[in-house]
């Protein structure tokens, strides 16, 4: 098989991610060096859990594989894991106004992580583009990137309001499928649900179209 090298495209994107994320371990580890606390801590975790969808898209343009089913599945992979990219934009709902630091901080804290989770996951996203023109022949993939991001406002929600994780498909598929079913079978029950969905999904419409318009000339 032949091997595949990173292209200057690539370098670049390592190059920021890796740096993006080395700030926000610093401001974190700051934080819990300053108040001898773990508080926040916790975003480094969800920091890497939303890098992963970009290595997942990377992974996928690299698949030297030419039959569908391989292309299918690592996007269905990559789809588990997409919602974990925007949704460190909800940690927001942890920040406190009485707190061992200025709320400025923990706030420009949490905006950190958020916004290096998010290019990264827009960064995922357009890969994922790329990949449905190319590999299935399609000439826009505009419609189809609009809808996973629905798709991923909905998974937004089940995990800050429902507390499922990506992995949960495995560990609980039966209780897991039963809550997304309800939801789809009773949405007039749920409006909850369906308001933050819609409303998340038009947020990150806006947000990502923003970053390929402005990206338009010039990759990262």
């Not at 190059?15 to 580890?29: D, E, H, N, R």
């Not at 934080?31 to 916790?42: I, P």
């Not at 947020?203 to 990262?220: E, P, R, V, Y």
Request: hydrophobic share 50%; with cysteine; net charge positive.
């Amino acid at each position: 098989m032949k091997k595949t090298h990173p292209n200057n495209t690539e370098k670049r994107q390592i190059i920021f991610l890796s740096l993006s994320t080395f700030i926000c371990l610093c401001l974190s580890l700051f934080r819990m060096y300053y108040t001898k606390t773990f508080t926040y801590f916790f975003l480094n975790w969800n920091l890497l859990l939303a890098i992963i969808p970009w290595i997942l898209s990377r992974l996928a343009i690299h698949n030297q594989f030419k039959h569908r089913f391989y292309d299918i599945s690592l996007i269905c992979i990559w789809l588990l894991f997409f919602p974990n990219a925007p949704y460190i934009l909800t940690d927001l709902f942890h920040l406190k106004l009485h707190s061992t630091v200025p709320i400025w901080f923990d706030l420009v804290l949490i905006l950190s992580f958020a916004w290096v989770g998010l290019i990264a996951g827009f960064i995922s996203l357009s890969n994922i583009g790329k990949i449905i023109c190319v590999k299935f022949n399609v000439s826009n993939s505009g419609i189809y990137q609009s809808i996973l991001l629905f798709i991923s406002s909905f998974g937004i929600y089940l995990g800050r309001f429902l507390r499922w994780n990506s992995w949960d498909i495995i560990a609980q598929p039966h209780q897991l499928i039963h809550d997304i079913f309800i939801r789809f079978a009773y949405p007039f029950d749920h409006p909850a649900t369906w308001g933050m969905t819609i409303t998340m999904g038009l947020f990150l419409n806006l947000s990502f179209w923003s970053f390929k318009f402005l990206n338009h000339h010039n990759s990262i």
